[in-house]
């Protein structure tokens, strides 16, 4: 069982691409990051001033993927 809370610690500080997926595996959502750590997390923060957009987006992440590049440009 993917659990975000734990996997959210094992981001790196580097560079790279997130997947983020759906309770059956689905993509639904590619990002880049100069750090992942604090990219990644600001999707679980919960911020009250996410839009509805960000909001819907995320009750629909169950787990998520990473790639650590050199760069993200």
């Not at 734990?6 to 560079?15: G, M, N, S």
């Not at 983020?20 to 959502?29: E, H, L, Q």
């Not at 996410?50 to 650590?68: A, D, H, M, R």
């Amino acid at each position: 069982m993917f659990d975000i809370k734990e996997e959210l610690k094992k981001l790196p500080e580097k560079p790279g691409v997130y997947l983020m997926k759906d309770d059956k595996g689905n993509i639904i959502y590619i990002g880049k990051a100069t750090i992942l750590k604090n990219r990644v997390r600001q999707y679980f923060n919960g911020n009250p001033k996410k839009t509805l957009k960000e909001k819907t987006l995320v009750s629909y992440i169950k787990s998520f993927e990473y790639i650590v590049t050199d760069t993200v440009n």
